[in-house]
């Protein structure tokens, strides 16, 4: 059954054939940043933010605080992944990823909206909880969706090049907050940019959410989800996620490496480089930004080479190769602060996260049973975030705090890459490979 976008590709020109190809990516890639940005954005002015809202007399507290509501925001991502994934895997890919965008601008709206502890007192820690709740459980389905999405309208033999391109997206999320925060603390002074920077920062993300939203109601819905017999109910959903729970574990910890190494070269990096290393801000913001950079460059290479020589030998190398470099980079940096080690380290890093996101997102839609393919692969990510990755800024800040050893997060990466080792290689075994064959 061909979906109405295959029917215009077989009567279209070339380059309108090219046009009908690209626009769905970019429609649902473009949201997909949006929501990346308002989620990062959090953690680039935790600082700031922690001031707002968390006075204390410890400059540690207030940051711990703040990256703790942080990484509160990752716990309601399971809730997310199961009941906005049930929706999606239900009602349809499109309508789902129509709410997901809606529910992250009301999240981000309200907190940057929000007045300080020093107008609404205990209320205002509160208030920004609950927005970053919110966000939590738009943003718990929205990285699946989104995965599922590209792999079902992409060509057979291209769908780890499609996929990545979610990723890829983020990057320019990535970039785009690097790039204005460097314009705001060129600007604006520490004390404007603790009273109202990071506001602008947020509602410049709020800006664009109506264009985003038009984009996504011009979607398609996909053509593999139109040819399915029947749609499971969300009790049978339920089931079926049950039933493979052993998947899930598996693929969450898949994740966790992918998510652990992408929150510590992009949401940690501003923090660590001014609080721990001590190094000008608007260096580590121009860190941040050449991270995104070569995020954006690797993950469709990573992508597109994973088509070509499959998906477990990207994760293998990956993996092992973070395994035996994280921590003595981490050695090597902390030993003589700069920003060029700051930046060299940071980008071997990020290769090191989009060569094996590139593989480790396709790879994961490819696993899950159809009829859950998105709440199987949000269930997944969303426990790894909400255990490992999202609090990876604060587990590290701790981590620092209680060794006195600034190179310690190379150790937490170390046990992220262990995890999503251990992963595919048990993925790897002949059971779960004739699972992921008959899906």
């Known amino acids: 059954m061909l979906s109405p976008e295959s029917s215009v590709l077989a009567q279209s020109t070339p380059s309108q054939s090219r046009r009908a190809k690209i626009m769905p990516v970019v429609r649902v890639a473009a949201g997909n940043a949006l929501e990346m940005y308002d989620f990062q954005i959090f953690g680039y002015y935790a600082a700031a933010i922690a001031v707002t809202f968390f006075p204390s007399g410890s400059e540690f507290a207030s940051l711990m605080f703040s990256f703790s509501t942080f990484g509160a925001g990752f716990l309601m991502r399971p809730l997310g992944a199961i009941v906005l994934g049930a929706y999606i895997d239900h009602r349809g890919r499109r309508s789902g990823l129509l709410l997901t965008l809606a529910l992250m601008g009301f999240g981000t709206l309200a907190i940057a909206c929000l007045p300080g502890y020093a107008v609404l007192g205990l209320a205002a820690p509160?208030?920004?909880?609950?927005?970053?709740?919110?966000?939590?459980?738009?943003?718990?389905?929205?990285?699946?969706?989104?995965?599922?999405?590209?792999?079902?309208?992409?060509?057979?033999?291209?769908?780890?090049?499609?996929?990545?391109?979610?990723?890829?997206?983020?990057?320019?999320?990535?970039?785009?907050?690097?790039?204005?925060?460097?314009?705001?603390?060129?600007?604006?002074?520490?004390?404007?940019?603790?009273?109202?920077?990071?506001?602008?920062?947020?509602?410049?993300?709020?800006?664009?959410?109506?264009?985003?939203?038009?984009?996504?109601?011009?979607?398609?819905?996909?053509?593999?989800?139109?040819a399915r017999p029947r749609r499971s109910t969300t009790s049978e959903i339920a089931k079926t996620l049950g039933a493979n729970w052993r998947l899930v574990l598996l693929g969450m910890m898949l994740s966790t490496m992918t998510t652990v190494c992408f929150y510590m070269v992009t949401a940690y990096t501003p923090t660590f480089g001014s609080s721990v290393l001590h190094l000008a801000a608007t260096g580590n913001l121009i860190v941040t930004l050449c991270v995104g950079a070569c995020n954006f460059a690797v993950l469709?290479?990573?992508?597109?080479?994973?088509?070509?020589?499959?998906?477990?030998?990207?994760?293998?190398?990956?993996?092992?190769?973070?395994?035996?470099?994280?921590?003595?980079?981490?050695?090597?940096?902390?030993?003589?602060?700069?920003?060029?080690?700051?930046?060299?380290?940071?980008?071997?890093?990020?290769?090191?996260?989009?060569?094996?996101?590139?593989?480790?997102?396709?790879?994961?839609?490819?696993?899950?049973?159809?009829?859950?393919?998105?709440?199987?692969?949000?269930?997944?990510?969303?426990?790894?975030?909400?255990?490992?990755?999202?609090?990876?800024?604060?587990?590290?800040?701790?981590?620092?705090?209680?060794?006195?050893?600034?190179?310690?997060?190379?150790?937490?990466?170390?046990?992220?890459?262990i995890c999503g080792l251990s992963a595919a290689l048990a993925l790897s075994s002949k059971r779960f490979e004739t699972a992921a064959t008959a899906s």
């Open 126 to 226: 509160l208030l920004v909880l609950i927005g970053r709740l919110v966000q939590g459980f738009s943003a718990g389905v929205e990285l699946g969706g989104v995965s599922v999405y590209l792999s079902e309208i992409a060509p057979p033999n291209r769908k780890g090049f499609y996929v990545s391109w979610q990723s890829a997206s983020q990057q320019v999320a990535v970039m785009f907050a690097a790039l204005l925060g460097i314009a705001l603390t060129s600007t604006l002074s520490n004390s404007q940019m603790s009273r109202f920077g990071w506001r602008v920062a947020l509602l410049a993300g709020c800006s664009l959410l109506p264009l985003l939203l038009f984009l996504r109601r011009s979607l398609q819905e996909s053509g593999e989800f139109l």
């Open 300 to 417: 469709p290479l990573s992508g597109a080479l994973s088509d070509r020589i499959g998906r477990r030998p990207i994760l293998y190398a990956c993996t092992i190769v973070a395994l035996l470099t994280a921590y003595p980079a981490l050695v090597w940096l902390v030993s003589a602060p700069s920003f060029t080690r700051l930046l060299m380290v940071e980008l071997w890093l990020s290769i090191l996260y989009a060569g094996y996101n590139g593989a480790m997102a396709v790879y994961l839609t490819e696993i899950m049973p159809v009829e859950v393919r998105t709440s199987g692969f949000s269930l997944a990510y969303s426990l790894a975030t909400a255990i490992f990755g999202g609090f990876t800024p604060a587990i590290c800040t701790y981590l620092i705090h209680v060794t006195g050893n600034r190179a310690v997060p190379g150790v937490w990466l170390s046990f992220a890459a």
